[in-house]
């Protein structure tokens, strides 16, 4: 895509989604920061994996990298996106404007500000980053990949415990940060994992070995993220669960049940949104990936890179979607954050195809050349 | 006569190989002994190894012995601690997931002792060796 | 640069070289172990037998601080453990090929690092001789032991990561115990060949073999992981403000990763330079090694941060209050020897010229490992010194004999490695000439 065309479309987004949360949610829903969540992380977390595997000198990336180095102006345009929080920025934290103590921390510039610039710092690093690596001058791309690293851990860090965890105060969790990073690694080999199927298709049968050999190992390094989210899940509960803290504990508890003072308690939805998540995310993943089989056909990765994705959206579901509204006094559950099902589905639908056509021009101006 | 080919490097080793497979030697009809596991030898000769069944038995044995133990301690002891739920699984499947470790590793090693015929007591100090020479020994046709 | 160096040494030159540490020991070797023994023997034998006939009065341990310096070098050895498997396991499954040069001795250290980590539990026990009550088996009073204390976790992940570190160090020595074994008279040709347990080096025992050590590899990666989060959760389960926090898995993990990557550089630096194997050693892989050092303190600083942030971030109390008596509190001298040790000095490695000096890495390296030392020590002494009510606070200070016990926990480390040094290969010969020898890297 040029770079005009890239423009118009996210013009385009933003006049969509500014339309979809003005007309739909009322300023009362997180779809907004549901889909950056997704979309940040994966586009992020395949300049990531770049850089990560050049500073490792890991071979598996060398054919990939140029494909997966277009994901760089949407991390831009998802900074953009992240701008419309603004108007419902008090609706969504209400906390932080009623109960915070020192006024410029919690203000809304600081607040936005500080993340918009984290995640443009990120962007501009990875934008020099791909200058440098695809011109082949690997002395200076080395240290922009450090830096860019720096920027991505820290963005996502930030989105993590700034945008999505405030939304749950006073529920607090540090490694709610790294889970968040991991997931958007996860999501970058989603993503190359659909670009090896694409280049597999362009070279029809005479598929380079060097690609085969990369698509092979994006399976391995699946794999192993596979183990690595759970990890991070299970130990994130397990902590949770195990010390009982009430401001702790609720995260997990209101998931699980719902109904209280005056209605029979039950099991909630979103016991079976986690579950779902944990299956898509883990299980399935981790079984299929033993086979040889499995891992060696570009054509089973992509649709269990689609499986991973629909997990990824469900986990989300259970972290965003789930998040309880107390009164005010924090003793009586009185209902969720509204995210709001069919704003998430339009914007969702909108910034996929945009990654896509961005993702497609790899290909496509490699068919002209 | 079993028919003997010594190498000292990989390349003419693997060459003179891949000529006796081609003329229908199989596993059983060579013996290769090699200073170091040399990169694509298993694809020329022979199956893949059935390790990976004893690897797969012991880590089902393990997992089911993890959740086994645990569940049946604290069903025949039923003693409630910190105010968790007597069969609360989380941290069984800690124990679960280190004994699946376990009895997957011990598995793995007993099976490559049996498959390989390890120990072998009478090449504790063996007549010959090849040090660091690739060997090919034909064996002799029993007919 | 790496495959020139090596690319001049032949199979047998390497045998040679190699075999060549395991000759007759020079007097500093001597000196050396001397030293060590003695450690042991005033620390383990007289301190610690010293505290078994009067008791663990003679610790400093009491209310409120019941978990001291036995646990820290508890998990302090324990997270020495932790880079042994790193690099022989997961460097494996990466393909990293520099892994060759240190996996030998690294997983020597994980085996006598967790055997001496072993020890710890057994001496902060006050009735040691019972100490299988620890493990569950049947007996008359028909007790089990609680499946839901995170003790009894360690129980199970350290003793797992014990047989399989021991597992994957002898099956790694396999096919070098035989090369020792063609080179070796006498006495010792039958030790050797008794250890070697006939191995010839056949097509199919490799093929058994090559899958085994990739089962292993591939086992022992998810347990040294685990092994850490268990133990870190020995402390995470608990309340206790500073304990109580969820990313300490991944933390103390990347710490233990830290800790053992300093203690590699700390051993083979000179042990490189005593038994002359710089063709074997170079200093691309001194480097290479040197970079996941950084990595992991980069890990364990975004930890310390995030922690910190959080804690005045989530508007907990408690938490703030931990947090900002680490920093101004009592115990401010360990808490910043921490800091500087583990999140400033290691990043001089970021300058190319410091990671290719060996005696800077070295210098380092210690510093790396003073600092985990104190990491765990700030941890769990000073979260427990002031926890939630003020009229449970009190001080905690090392006593003489759990000094004692400490350094008898390095003379018994050193003493066994010392042992290692001259008896076994300290390099993977068989890995080694696997990559010098392989066509296409000629």
Known sequence: ?369 | ?143 | MTQENTAKLTKDELDDAILGAMEKPTIWYWVALAVSAACFFFGIVCCWGYQMVTGLGVSGLNNPVGWGVYITDFVFWVGIAHSGTLISAVLFLFRAKWRCSFNRSAEAMTVFAVMTAGLFPLIHLGRVWLFYWLMPYPNQRQLWVNFRSPLVWDVFAVSTYFTISAIFFYVGMLPDLAIVRRKATGIRKLIYGALSIGWKGTQKQWKHYNQLYMFLAAFATPLVISVHSVVSWDFAMGIVPGWHTTIFPPYFVAGAIFSGCAMVITLVVPMRKIFRLERVITIDHFESLAKLMLVTSIIVTYAYIVEFCIAFYSGNVFEAYAFKYRLVGDYWIPYWIMLTCNSMIPFLVFFKKIRRNLTALFIISIFANIGMWFERFNIFVISLSHDFSPYSWGMYYPSLIEIGITIGSFGWFFLLFLIFAKTLPIVAITEVKEIISAPDHH
């Open chain 1, 1 to 369: 895509m040029k770079p005009q065309k890239l423009a118009v479309f996210i013009g385009l987004a933003v006049l969509v989604v500014w339309g979809v949360e003005q007309g739909i949610g009322n300023f009362h829903q997180s779809s907004l920061i549901f889909n950056l969540a997704i979309f940040l992380g994966a586009a992020q977390g395949c300049v990531a994996l770049v850089a990560a595997a050049e500073l490792c000198e890991g071979k598996w990336a060398v054919p990939l990298k140029k494909h997966l180095l277009k994901a760089v102006p949407l991390i831009a345009m998802c900074a953009i996106l992240y701008l419309l929080i603004i108007p419902q920025w008090s609706t969504l934290y209400p906390e932080a404007v009623t109960n915070g103590k020192s006024k410029w921390f919690t203000g809304l510039a600081f607040c936005v500000g500080r993340n918009f610039a984290i995640m443009m710092i990120s962007f501009v690093f990875a934008a020099l980053y791909s200058k440098y690596t695809l011109a082949g001058n690997s002395l200076v791309s080395r240290r922009f990949a450090v830096l860019y690293l720096f920027s991505y851990v820290i963005c996502q860090t930030f989105y993590a415990l700034d945008v999505v965890m405030p939304l749950e105060y006073p529920w607090f969790s540090t490694l709610f940060g790294a889970s968040f990073f991991v997931e958007g690694l996860y999501l970058g080999l989603v993503i190359s994992a659909c670009l090896c199927y694409g280049m597999f298709k362009q070279h029809n049968d005479k598929v380079p070995a060097d690609v085969e050999k990369s698509q092979y190992d994006v399976s391995l390094l699946m794999h192993g993220f596979s183990i690595l989210w759970t990890y991070m899940f299970f130990s994130q509960f397990i902590a949770i669960w195990y010390g009982n803290i009430p401001e702790e504990v609720l995260f997990f508890s209101t998931r699980t049940f719902e109904g209280g003072v005056n209605t029979p308690i039950y099991f909630s939805k979103f016991l079976y949104i986690g579950f779902s998540a944990a299956i898509l995310l883990f299980l399935i993943p981790f079984v299929s990936l033993m086979f040889k089989r499995v891992k060696g056909n570009p054509k089973t990765m992509v649709f269990l890179g689609l499986l991973i994705v629909t997990g990824s959206i469900l986990e989300k579901v259970y972290i965003i979607g789930g998040v309880p509204i107390f009164d005010s006094h924090h003793e009586h559950f009185s209902g969720r954050l509204d995210l709001s099902g069919i704003a998430v589905a339009i914007e969702f639908a909108l910034i996929a195809s945009i990654y896509y056509l961005q993702f497609k021009t790899g290909f496509s101006e490699e068919k002209a050349a």
């Open chain 2, 1 to 143: 006569m079993s028919k003997e080919y010594i190498f000292d490097n990989e390349t003419d080793f693997i060459k003179k190989l891949g000529e006796l497979v081609k003329g229908g030697a199989t596993e059983d009809d060579v013996e290769v002994f090699a200073p170091y596991p040399v990169h694509g030898l298993d694809a020329m000769l022979g199956k893949p190894s059935k390790l990976k069944f004893f690897t797969l038995v012991g880590a089902l044995s393990g997992v089911t012995t993890g959740l086994a133990l645990t569940n049946y301690t604290v069903w025949h002891w039923p003693i409630i601690t910190s105010g968790k739920p007597i069969h609360s699984l989380p941290p069984f499947f800690v124990v679960a997931f280190e004994l699946t470790i376990l009895f997957g590793g011990i598995f793995s090693l007993l099976g490559f002792l049996f498959l390989s015929r390890l120990p072998n007591p009478t090449q504790i100090v063996p007549e010959k060796d090849y040090g660091n020479d690739f060997a090919i020994i034909m064996k002799e046709k029993q007919e």
